[in-house]
T-cell receptor, first 116, second 114 residues
């Protein structure tokens, strides 16, 4: 079946450090891939997405590249800020035909804490 | 533009009591989703509506959970009776027919069953 595995947290970094959160997936067919972010006390927000192999999604300094050969979609940011502290979820959109098409399957989330 | 609205934000009930959650999606969004998010986990889909039709309810525990979206706009998710293990955050999301890939989430309802 379809699944998403992301690195466990928590991840604690100093401000301006480089961030990588690993995400790999298992899916039949060609899913779309997403990173969602959940700030404390708020709902999930779409951070970036990629819909086909080699696409790079980017937003707010974050980037992730859809790697079909390694079934990965790692999230990166060159210089994190305290305001980036949140929980980050990797997700895929189920590519199956029929009723489940379009449903999101999430990883367990990675909590990021950035210290000043 | 208003986002997805959910109420209540928090609910505490005794086990075996009924509980209901309400969701109003973004205006014009035909697709509505209910997710369950346990502590430390990612959201898991319970049910998906296209307009008023439930097109995927395979993960909804139908012995105690029910949902409706009668006019194809707002939706209600009900649990009767609630069990201790139902303590979680219940998220509602919506998407438009033009971009079904992008889902917009509400803030969720945090349920505590005592």
């Amino acid at each position: 079946g379809n699944s998403v595995t992301q690195m466990e947290g928590p991840v604690t970094l100093s401000e301006e450090a480089f961030l990588t959160i690993n995400c790999t997936y298992t899916a039949t067919g060609y899913p779309s891939l997403f990173w969602y972010v959940q700030y404390p006390g708020e709902g999930l927000q779409l951070l970036l997405k990629a819909t086909k192999a080699d696409d790079k999604g980017s937003n707010k300094g974050f980037e992730a590249t859809y790697r079909k050969e390694t079934t990965s979609f790692h999230l990166e940011k060159g210089s994190v800020q305290v305001s980036d502290s949140a929980v980050y979820f990797c997700a895929l959109s189920a590519p199956n035909y029929g009723g489940s098409q379009g449903n999101l399957i999430f990883g367990k989330g990675t909590k990021l804490s950035v210290k000043p | 533009e208003a986002g997805v609205v959910q109420s209540p934000r928090y609910k505490i009930i005794e086990k075996k009591q009924p509980v209901a959650f309400w969701c109003n999606p973004i205006s014009g969004h035909n697709t509505l989703y209910w997710y369950l998010q346990n502590l430390g986990q990612g959201p898991e889909l319970l049910i998906r509506y296209e307009n008023e039709e439930a097109v995927d309810d395979s993960q909804l525990p139908k012995d105690r959970f029910s949902a409706e979206r009668l006019k194809g706009v707002d939706s209600t998710l009900k649990i009767q009776p609630a069990e201790l293990g139902d303590s979680a955050v219940y998220l509602c999301a919506s998407s438009s027919g033009l971009d079904t890939d992008t889902q917009y989430f509400g803030p969720g309802t945090r349920l505590t069953v005592l």
